[in-house]
């Protein structure tokens, strides 16, 4: 499912840098499900299916969730929605993982983050069956990712992982510079561009808010991972030329001009930083989408099995 290295988009409005196009590979990787749902029925297996907890109703969530339930349809999985009141207990919540568990015909289970303030993340998070932790954020799918094991993969570093192996980006070798250090996105990056993996072999340094003078190592950087939430954050003076840059914030900004009230921003300057650089994604079209792809990458895994989902 390669592409080769110097693959060009064709609607690249610069001379030398290439778009890490979210579209185009996950396409890809939906065609590779909708393949392997056939595949399953005609071997008389059932067909993978997702539940989903959406807590209240917070519009970015809500659009996610749909978003994810919308692409399992595409490529053939069954999904449930399972809505709960902004109210909800976290007793109530953790007995609706529970049932979800015991359900033999769930395959994997995704519980919307964030939670309200009343509900402690890592109590839901630890509640799910391993089995079924197609978010990947389940100490027990960690501590498999970091050992190398075969595990469930958080969906956005995945999904990054997914794009760098589809347009055949180089990363042996190189130097990656990750900023953000959360347990969804900075954290486990850092462990996959390090990890024994042809996508890996980098050697990575982890930024964060307590970095100082942090424009020093992106400036070295070979491949910069921006996971901060800080929409324009990284700016063409902290990138080297040739550099590979993956913008992963999504923030929405508020824009009068757009029918919602706001428009999407990544942490990339997009237009500063792109004419320096070999490969960038965009926002949107970029890590989103490829992030569902690898959720649903994952929710096959589960079905199949640890091991097996190759
Ligand atoms: P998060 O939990 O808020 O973590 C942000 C990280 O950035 C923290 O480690 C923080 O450092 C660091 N940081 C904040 N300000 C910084 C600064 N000025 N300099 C250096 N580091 C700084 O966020 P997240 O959940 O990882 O998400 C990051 C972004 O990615 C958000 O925009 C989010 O919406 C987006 N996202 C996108 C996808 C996708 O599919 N594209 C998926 C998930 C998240 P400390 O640890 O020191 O506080």
Redesign the pocket.
């Known amino acids: 499912m390669c592409l080769p290295a110097n693959y060009k988009n064709p609607n690249c409005i610069f001379a030398t840098m290439q778009l890490l196009d979210g579209k185009v590979a996950a396409a890809a990787i939906k065609e590779k499900l909708q393949h392997a749902v056939n595949e399953r029925l005609l071997a008389g297996k059932k067909t993978p299916h997702l539940a989903a907890i959406l807590v209240g109703n917070n519009g970015a969530s809500e659009t996610y969730v749909a978003s994810k339930v919308k692409n399992c349809a595409e490529v053939g999985f069954k999904s449930s929605l399972i809505r709960l009141p902004l109210e909800v207990t976290e007793a109530e919540l953790l007995a609706e993982i529970a049932l979800l568990n015991q359900n033999t015909a769930i395959d994997g289970i995704l519980v919307q983050l964030p939670l309200p303030k009343h509900i402690d993340d890592s109590k839901i998070i630890a509640a799910i069956v391993p089995a079924k932790d197609v978010d990947g954020f389940h100490a027990v799918s960690v501590g498999r990712m970091v050992q190398g094991l075969d595990s469930f993969i958080p969906?956005?570093p995945y999904?990054i992982m997914l794009l760098l192996e589809y347009f055949g980006v180089a990363t042996t070798g190189k130097h990656a510079v990750v900023?953000?250090?959360?347990?969804?996105?900075?954290r486990p990056m850092s462990i996959l561009l390090s990890s024994h993996h042809p996508q890996g072999n980098c050697t990575v340094t982890l930024?964060?808010?307590?970095?100082p003078n942090?424009e020093s190592f992106t400036q070295q950087a070979d491949i910069v991972v921006a996971?901060?939430?800080?929409p324009g954050?990284l700016t063409h003076s902290m990138v080297k030329p040739g550099a590979v840059v993956i913008d992963?914030?999504?923030?929405r900004v508020t824009d009068a001009t757009k029918k919602s009230g706001f428009s999407i921003k990544?942490?990339v300057d997009f237009d500063g930083v792109a004419p320096k650089c070999s490969w960038i994604t965009p926002?949107p079209g970029?890590?989103?989408l490829?992030?569902?792809g690898a959720l649903l990458m994952n929710t096959l895994k589960a079905a199949e099995g640890l091991d097996s989902a190759r």
């Open positions: 969906a956005t999904g900023i953000g250090r959360s347990n969804i996105v900075g930024c964060h808010s307590k970095t942090l996971a901060l939430g800080k954050f992963v914030g999504i923030t990544g942490d926002v970029g890590v989103g490829m992030t569902i």
